[in-house]
């Protein structure tokens, strides 16, 4: 099976730092695979690279077999990858069926600026309508997203990213700020997602990593120290050191 995301020997330097250390993972079609580190590990400047939003100095990304290491942005959204963020990025005035209804159109390519046209479209609404069906936003479709909680928030911001129909997404931080409820309704909104998207997950949870995850890669001062199952993961000491004696996390 090809790895849907392929990093070979990345390497990001910022003047005599080296933020990525000749960075090496795969990402399997269905997989959700966990990046875990310490802060200031370089977890997010590798996560930009592999973005676009920054160049790296050395190495290889390859997606779905095509190597998109020096594409702009917009052609690797294009080409399948998606991306949430640590703060929401939405339209806060608009309601939540609207804002997936604006991504649909995006990734159609359609004149968004003509609204009435946009709502005469009956087939963006009903990707929109299957989008919300069966989620915890489901009842809340017409809410103003100013109105939702944090949580539904990071869930509305999934779908949106869904409704462009990623062939990866690259989630940075989707727990962050959630409380347990919230958390365990996300867990299972991304078990959902990974039958239509792999996942490359960032995230400081371990609970929720260790629920979700099928592999691990743990990065430390730029460089993958350890892979693995979450049992290697969990009993391999160079990980324990690396969290400075934090095993509680790791249990």
């Known amino acids: 099976m090809t790895a849907i995301l392929k990093i070979e020997n990345l390497v990001k330097r910022f003047g005599g730092l080296v933020a990525t250390d000749h960075v090496s993972l795969e990402v399997m079609p269905g997989e959700i695979h966990a990046l875990i580190g310490p802060n200031g590990a370089?977890?997010?400047?590798?996560?930009?690279?592999?973005?676009?939003?920054?160049?790296?100095?050395e190495g290889a990304i390859h997606l779905a077999g095509r190597d998109i290491t020096h594409l702009p942005v917009p052609a690797r959204v294009d080409l399948g990858l998606g991306r949430?963020?640590?703060?929401t990025s939405l339209l806060d005035e608009m309601t939540v069926r609207d804002n997936i209804g604006m991504a649909v159109q995006v990734r159609e390519g359609g004149n968004f600026r003509i609204w009435d046209a946009l709502r005469r479209r009956r087939a963006i609404w009903d990707e929109t309508d299957r989008l919300l069906a069966g989620c915890q936003l489901a009842d809340r479709a017409d809410v103003v997203v100013a109105d939702?909680?944090?949580?539904?928030?990071?869930?509305?911001?999934?779908?949106?990213?869904?409704?462009?129909?990623?062939?990866?997404?690259?989630?940075?931080?989707?727990?962050?700020?959630?409380?347990?409820l919230e958390s365990q309704q996300m867990i299972g909104m991304l078990r959902d997602i990974r039958k239509e998207a792999a996942i490359l997950l960032v995230e400081h949870d371990m609970e929720a990593v260790f629920a979700l995850a099928d592999r691990i890669s743990v990065l430390v001062y730029g460089r993958i120290i350890a892979q693995g199952s979450v049992d290697e993961i969990r009993n391999d000491p160079a990980v324990r050191e690396a969290y400075l004696g934090a095993e509680d996390e790791l249990c």
Do not use: W, Y
């Open 84 to 87: 949430t963020f640590q703060i």
């Open 42 to 57: 370089g977890k997010s400047t590798l996560i930009n690279q592999l973005c676009g939003e920054l160049q790296p100095n």
């Open 148 to 180: 939702l909680s944090h949580g539904e928030k990071k869930q509305l911001e999934l779908l949106v990213a869904m409704a462009m129909q990623p062939r990866l997404l690259l989630l940075d931080e989707p727990m962050a700020g959630l409380g347990h």
